[in-house]
C-alpha cells in the first residue's frame, strides 16, 4: 500500500496538471548541444579508425564475439556516457539519455534497409504504436523534413509531437548513415479527447526535450547491420522520487530501442505483397 500510494504521489506531482510544467531553461538546451557536439565528434572519430559500428571499438575478443551473437539473432545494447576533455558534460536541469543497439538481419542488403527506414509515411504502421502518426514533409535529396507523434505508456502515458531534420550520408557502398535531429517537440495534453491539444514547446512536463537519432547501416558477413545510436534529453527528477523513477529512465529507452530495432528488421524480411 506504501508503494501504491507513493507512485499515485509521484503521479500527482511529476506528471499531474500544467501548473507542474517545467520550462526548458538556455543553459540546459546549450549543455545538451554541448553533449550532441562531443557525441558527433567522437562518430567521426570512429569512421577514422574505421569502427562504423560501436561493436568495431570492442578488443579482438569480445568483438568478435558480438558479431556472433548478432549473426544469432540477438542485439548488442549499450548504454553510453559522452565526455568532453576527458570530462563528464555536466546537464544544469536535465537529463541525457544516450544508448546504442545493433541488430543483424540475414540476407537483406543495404537499399532494402534504407528504404524501410526513408519511408516516413509507413512508420506508424512499422514502429507502432510508439509512433503513432508519421509524415514526409519534403525531401531535397539527401535532406527531409518528418513529423512523428511518438507514444510511450509506462506509470503514465506520453504522447509527443516531434519534427526533425534528417540528413543522409553515404560511406563507400556497404555503408550509410541517417542522422534525425529533433528541430520542434510539443507534449500532447488529453491525446485522443476532444480537449487535445499541445502544451508550449520547452514549457511541459518535460518527459524529452531533444532527441537526436542515428541510424548506421552496414552490409557484410550475408546480411546488413542496423544500429541505432539515440541521445534524449529530460528534466531532471525531483530526489524524492528518484528511487522509483531512475529504474525506468533506464528501461524506458532501452526498451524502446530494443522494439525500434526488432521492428525494423521485421518490416525487412516481410515478404514483399
Sequence with gaps: MKRVLLIAWFIAAFAGAPAHATELKPET??????????????MADDIGRDQFLVVDRLPGERRQEAYNRLQEGQIYIQEL?????????????GLIHHWVGVIFIPHANLAEVVAVL????AHQEIYKPQIRRSRLIERNGDESKVFLQLFNKSLVTVVLN???DV?????????????????????VSHPGAANEHELPAGNDHGYMWRLNSYWRIEEKDGGTYVQNESVELSRTIPVVFAWLVNPLTKSIPRNVLVHLLIDTRNAVMKPAP
Excluded at 118 to 121: I, T
Aim: charged share 35%; proline share 2%.
Design 118 to 121: 526513408r519511408n516516413y509515411d
Design 167 to 187: 540528413r543522409d550520408t553515404q560511406f563507400r557502398t556497404t555503408r550509410r548513415q541517417i542522422a534525425t535531429r529533433s528541430t520542434r517537440i510539443a507534449e
Design 29 to 42: 538546451a546549450a549543455a545538451f548541444d554541448r553533449y550532441v557536439r562531443a557525441t558527433e565528434a567522437q
Design 81 to 93: 556516457h559522452s565526455r568532453e576533455d576527458d570530462s563528464r558534460i555536466f546537464i544544469p536541469g
Design 162 to 164: 516531434v519534427n526533425f
